[in-house]
């Protein structure tokens, strides 16, 4: 995720990082969704 953020071009936070979107996602598995197009995210 924060790979695919950078290329996006978005602007870090301070709960951007990786321990923060493992608690996420721990949490709650289904909390980010991501998008395809052509082959594209």
């Given at each position: 995720?924060?790979?695919?953020?950078?290329?996006?071009?978005?602007?870090?936070?301070?709960?951007?990082?990786?321990q923060s979107i493992?608690?996420?996602?721990?949490?709650?598995?289904?909390?980010?969704?991501?998008?395809?197009?052509?082959?594209?995210?």
């Amino acid at each position: 995720m924060l790979g695919l953020w950078g290329a996006a071009g978005s602007v870090s936070t301070c709960t951007d990082d990786l321990q923060s979107i493992a608690t996420l996602l721990a949490r709650d598995p289904r909390a980010l969704l991501l998008a395809e197009q052509n082959g594209e995210l």
